[in-house]
């Protein structure tokens, strides 16, 4: 039960793409600040934000760097709690400048619109690693789960092999990816990029909005994961053949 509490967590996390993030507030000590921003995860389950360093939650976590996240899925009707969300505790730290570079890279293919806050305000990537996560799938059914339980271990591949296979599949592939879109989402797109691959996902972005896309399995290394993009574009093709022939 824990096991698929864990997955079940990590799913809503992955096709979640802002949260509430909750900072302890520098200028009323003791007293939490909620603000709602844009995040990126990474393999591991890591949370990662794109700052300004005048926003108050930035100064907050300067002067403390516990935080937490909540992420939910939002009710169209009826009653908020009977939905999943998961709240995220931890700390969070600027992302050492030997690696903001390239993570940036992959931020920026993730939400294009941030690219222009280069130039604004004193952006900065943060990192969140996880203490402990709190998990309500509906009335009854509420998990705390442990750092160890969430932490998975790190893609065997780079940030600079990923963008290159991310470019591989908007280069050579983009029918491949627009049919994985209308496959996993039944959304139809005459532009579908992919933005970022994780071991256990990847996202594609068409319309100003991004999807994730499970993998069947976790991916060890790049061969596995170009495997699973080729199941998913058979799977897809023999469905919408066997569609248009009946």
Not at 217 to 240: I, P, S
Request: negative net charge; hydrophobic residues 40%.
């Amino acid at each position: 039960m824990r096991e698929q509490a864990v997955f079940e967590a990590r799913q809503l996390l992955r096709h979640s793409t802002v949260c509430v993030m909750s900072t302890l507030s520098k200028n009323l000590a003791g007293y939490p600040f909620g603000s709602v921003t844009p995040f990126m995860s990474d393999d591991q389950g890591r949370l990662i934000f794109y700052i300004a360093g005048i926003a108050q939650h930035s100064r907050n976590l300067t002067t403390d760097s516990r935080v937490c996240a909540t992420i939910f899925d939002a009710a169209q009707s009826g009653d908020q709690n009977e939905h999943a969300r998961v709240t995220i505790v931890g700390d969070a730290t600027p992302v050492p400048d030997e690696e903001a570079a390239e993570l940036l890279l992959r931020y920026e293919r993730h939400f294009p619109e941030a690219i222009s806050y280069r130039q604004a305000h004193d952006f900065k990537l943060w990192r969140m690693d996880i203490k402990r996560v709190r998990y309500i799938a509906g009335f009854g059914q509420i998990f705390w789960l442990e750092a160890d339980e969430w932490a998975q271990p790190a893609a065997n591949w780079d940030l600079a092999s990923e963008a290159h296979m991310v470019a591989h599949m908007n280069d050579d592939h983009q029918d491949a990816n627009q049919l994985i879109l209308k496959l996993v989402h039944n959304v139809d797109a005459a532009e579908v990029t992919m933005t970022t691959i994780l071991t256990e996902g990847c996202y594609l972005r068409a319309n100003d909005k991004s999807y994730y896309v499970p993998f069947d399995a976790r991916c060890e290394d790049a061969t596995a994961v170009r495997k699973a993009l080729v199941r998913l574009t058979k799977a897809a093709r023999a469905q919408f053949d066997e569609a248009v022939e009946s």
